[in-house]
């Protein structure tokens, strides 16, 4: 699961089939990612990139402003709703280490102990999903003007 995708969904009302494609958090406002994607507009069907997205012009992108939290509650959300645990999506394990010659290394999950099930801390509070696409929506709202990304942020209620 793409938690990029899932919160521009959740928070920005991004269809289905929509996917980033660039992530910034360089030259952003404090604490701001930056997520630019689009629905595809098809596959690479040979080359190097056959079965990869083939993405319209970067002028036609949507650009989506997000914050870590945001991310997590879309994660807890989905803990919630679903029962297994965000951070290993289910398998009971996380990479440790990654290495393009060597294997990956695995280690156990400490959000779930290694069970794959959401385990429900004493700082979580019940989570409304309905709330939570309404606070994300309030917070952060990107206008695009012409080439410029404008933010608008809205007081917390």
């Not at 280690?107 to 606070?135: E, N, W, Y």
């Amino acid at each position: 699961m793409d938690w990029y995708n899932e919160t521009a969904k959740r928070c920005h009302n991004k269809p289905d089939d929509w996917q980033w494609y660039s992530l910034s958090a360089h030259n952003v406002p404090d604490g701001f990612i930056k997520v630019m994607g689009s629905v595809p507009i098809g596959v690479y069907s040979r080359g190097p990139n056959k079965g990869r997205p083939k993405w319209a012009r970067s002028s036609e992108a949507d650009t989506v402003w997000m914050k870590q939290s945001d991310i997590d509650e879309t994660k807890l959300i989905y803990s919630e709703s679903t029962g297994k645990c965000a951070e290993c999506q289910s398998t009971g394990q996380v990479v440790s280490r990654f290495s393009a010659q060597d294997d990956t290394q695995y280690r156990i999950c400490k959000a779930c102990d290694g069970t794959g099930m959401f385990k429900r801390s004493d700082s979580d509070s019940s989570v409304q999903p309905d709330l939570h696409k309404q606070i994300c929506s309030d917070r952060i709202q990107s206008v695009k003007t012409g080439e410029a990304i404008q933010l608008q942020l809205f007081s917390e209620v």
